[in-house]
Nanobody, 119 residues
Framework: QVRLVESGGGSVQAGGSLRLSCATS????????MGWYRQAPGEQRELVAS???????TYADSVKGRFTISRDNAGNTVYLRMNSLKPEDTAVYYC?????????????WGQGTQVTVSS
């Protein structure tokens, strides 16, 4: 059973920082890409940042220069460092992974972690 386990959300004042973590578990043959999405109340889920197996990163324009996506040496855990947080960053953040597993190429979601930024 493949799982994505997120941690690191919480409440912070504007200008503060948080780091989210997403660890994979289960039988995974390879990781194609991992990323973070977020969904604010009443809004659609949007891509925040992603990183490919080759280390290529992509960021939403709204977070460029403030957020950094990275992964550990084994590539099994992805992080999102969020600096200079703004109230508009408040959302549930979801980890996403495109993985090769025994059943083929599959896409997985974490359970979500709440990030709340107060002004």
């Amino acid at each position: 059973q493949v799982r994505l386990v997120e941690s690191g959300g919480g409440s912070v004042q504007a200008g503060g920082s948080l780091r989210l973590s997403c660890a994979t578990s289960g039988t995974i043959l390879s990781i194609n890409a991992m990323g973070w999405y977020r969904q604010a109340p009443g809004e659609q889920r949007e891509l925040v940042a992603s990183i490919t197996s080759g280390g290529i990163t992509t960021y939403a324009d709204s977070v460029k220069g403030r957020f950094t996506i990275s992964r550990d040496n084994a590539g099994n855990t992805v992080y999102l460092r969020m600096n200079s947080l703004k109230p508009e960053d408040t959302a549930v953040y979801y980890c996403n992974a495109d993985l090769w597993v025994l059943a083929g190429d599959k896409n997985y979601w974490g359970q979500g972690t709440q990030v709340t930024v107060s002004s």
